[in-house]
């Protein structure tokens, strides 16, 4: 009876034996992740933003002196030179004002002569001549503000362009200041997109730039930059306006959507700009990280990096102290794995291998 508890007792601790050896075989299997090489991000395409064509010049035009409005001479849409007539107020009053300051001024400006010539002969005092000196410039003066009051009065494109809307018709009265017509300029119009903080930092770095349409394809325009708000709008986010330089291909109009593209330099004396999958990117106690995988060890080791930007093809734009070009490290499985753990990386796509999952 001792006897078969015996080898009963050792059977079950055969089995247990067993059944724990075969556990630490599945616990020691390494898990599968895929990995992918880390690039130059200066050999990644450049970077890419929505953009929006605005004209060279957009203005609201408007008379300097109140009035009805006599006439309009354009329409909208209508095609103007700079310098052309597009409206006018009705301009009786001013002429009236002007007539009769007219007639003053001839009045002031003989009698001024008079005494500027009788003091030259020393027949009056140096006080009346002072006086008709002093008057003769006020008369001057005042008559020169109502021609140009009167001038006013007509309305001239300031430059080479299309009418936008109108704003007034006639008969209408128009206060001085308020806009009456909007003219856009016919020229090479410009390219207006929006850079977030990490792209704005890199601004000195931007080299090139272009955009493409989409109604105009095979067609690259290069742009010249302009200028870049120093602050931040609501949307935390800078506007950068760039100039379309003319060229031998279709001009693009106004309102008309683009994507603009950047290309940038390395920052000398700064660290080098790298790129790796977005997926690769483990955001944990505050700090970013990604798992570079040693294929002498088989193991993966953590390294911290600082993200920088997003790209619109997948990649994340970082740059770190322990990580370079060249290095492997872990694009999907990274939620699974820990700083120093034994992996497989997944096999490469082959013929017979479609998809890399075998």
């Avoid at 009035?67 to 030179?81: A, I, S």
């Avoid at 994507?259 to 004396?269: F, P, Q, S």
Wanted: charged share 20%; net charge negative.
């Amino acid at each position: 009876m001792k006897t078969n508890i015996t080898y009963w007792l050792a059977a079950a601790a055969g089995c247990l034996l067993a059944a724990c050896t075969e556990k630490s075989a599945r616990t020691a299997e390494p898990v599968t992740v895929k990995v992918e090489k880390v690039i130059a991000a200066d050999a990644l395409s450049v970077l890419e933003y929505p953009g929006k064509v605005k004209a060279a010049q957009d203005i609201s035009l408007s008379f300097k002196v109140s009035g009805t409005l006599q006439k309009m001479f354009v329409e909208e849409g209508d095609h103007v030179r700079a310098g052309q007539l597009l409206a006018q107020l009705d301009a009786t009053d001013y002429q009236v004002q002007l007539d009769a300051t007219e007639a003053e001024y001839q009045q002031v400006k003989a009698d001024a002569e008079r005494v500027i010539s009788l003091f030259q002969e020393d027949a009056v005092t140096a006080s009346a001549h002072d006086k008709a000196t002093y008057g003769l410039r006020q008369i001057t003066a005042k008559r020169q503000h109502h021609q140009d009051q009167l001038a006013y009065t007509r309305l001239y494109a300031p430059f080479d362009g299309y009418v936008q809307k109108r704003l007034f018709e006639p008969h209408e009265t128009v206060g001085a200041g308020m806009p009456v017509l909007s003219v856009i300029s016919s020229g090479w119009p410009e390219v207006e997109i929006s850079l977030p903080a990490a792209d704005y930092v890199r601004r000195a770095s931007f080299e090139t730039y272009q955009c493409t349409f989409g109604i105009y394809p095979g067609h690259t325009y290069t742009l010249k930059p302009l200028s870049i708000t120093p602050k931040a709008n609501a949307n935390q986010l800078y506007v950068m306006r760039l100039q379309v330089v003319k060229a031998d291909q279709p001009q693009p109009s106004a309102g008309m959507n683009t994507l603009v593209t950047i290309g940038c330099r390395a920052d000398n004396g700064q660290l080098p700009h790298l790129a790796v999958p977005s997926q690769a990117l483990l955001h944990k106690d505050n700090a970013t990280w990604v798992f570079v995988y040693n294929a002498d060890e088989g193991k993966v080791h953590a390294r911290e990096v600082r993200l920088q930007a997003l790209t619109t093809d997948g990649k994340a734009i970082v740059c770190s102290e322990q990580l370079k070009a060249g290095d492997r490290v872990v694009a999907a499985g990274i939620h699974t794995i820990q700083d120093g753990e034994t992996v497989q990386p997944l096999a490469p796509e082959t013929p017979t291998n479609v998809g890399g999952l075998l």
